[in-house]
């Protein structure tokens, strides 16, 4: 299995607070991706990164921001939750950005926003 | 119209029985298909590819239909183990994938 982490693996906050999920890499891979999955709907990007200190934006990044430091971390940020951002949130990795090539998922992070 | 179109299911299938799941897309100009699996509040991982030949591997093979804009999914002797969610994904703009939101399948003994 791929060296990626995310944490916390779970997580309940309230309307209003600041949120920050983790994702931690080992295995040296230049792009980095938050996904956010909800029923009904397949995964949907949030953000995604190409190499340290180079981001762009997804489908949804309304409402988030992301940031990476190294290459072996990519942080999303929820600057305010919001009830509509509960949700599992999944980061993932790959070798190449193109869509050819495989992503390799962290476990997930399950936030609830009250 | 959702760019990528999947039976949630859930398909309920004997062990052993042969089960067979569509997926369509409507980016005539994708040119990268996938099967991921996801188990249970896991995350997904690649099954397979699928290539414009078709492709197989073990007991699946995938298929790709440009022509009608669909690719497919077929288990054959299916598993207990087979029970899980398929996600069909292909490939959008700017090098990003695009999800299908799953077809759930479930092995019964």
């Known amino acids: 299995d791929a060296g990626i982490t995310q944490s916390p693996r779970h997580k309940v906050t309230e309307t209003g607070t600041p949120v920050t999920l983790r994702c931690h890499q080992t295995?040296?891979?230049?792009?980095m991706y938050w996904y956010r999955q909800d029923p009904g709907h397949g995964l949907r990007l949030i953000h995604y990164?190409?190499?340290?200190?180079?981001?762009d934006k997804g489908e949804v990044s309304d409402g988030y921001s992301v940031s990476r430091s190294k290459t072996e971390d990519f942080l999303l940020t929820l600057e305010s939750a919001t009830s509509s951002q509960t949700s599992v949130y999944f980061c993932?990795?790959?070798?190449?950005?193109?869509?050819?090539?495989?992503?390799?998922f962290g476990p997930g992070t399950r936030l609830t926003v009250t | 119209r959702k760019e990528v179109e999947q039976d949630p299911g859930p398909f309920n299938v004997p062990e052993g029985a042969t089960v067979a799941f569509n997926c369509t897309y409507s980016?005539?100009?994708?040119?990268?298909f996938f099967w991921y699996r996801q188990d249970c509040r896991k995350e997904p991982k690649l099954l397979m590819s699928?290539?414009?030949?078709?492709n197989e591997d073990g007991r699946f093979t995938a298929q790709l239909n440009r022509a009608s804009q669909y690719i497919s999914l077929l288990i054959r002797d299916s598993k207990l183990s087979d029970s899980a969610t398929y996600l069909c994904?292909?490939?959008?703009?700017?090098?990003?994938?695009?999800w299908g939101a799953g077809t759930k399948l479930i092995i019964k003994p």
């Open positions: 993932a990795i790959s070798e190449v950005g193109q869509t050819s090539y495989e992503q390799y």
């Open positions: 295995e040296n891979h230049r792009y």
């Open positions: 990164s190409y190499g340290v200190k180079d981001t």
């Open positions: 980016n005539s100009a994708s040119q990268s």
């Open positions: 699928v290539y414009s030949s078709g």
């Open positions: 994904v292909t490939a959008g703009s700017n090098y990003q994938l695009i």
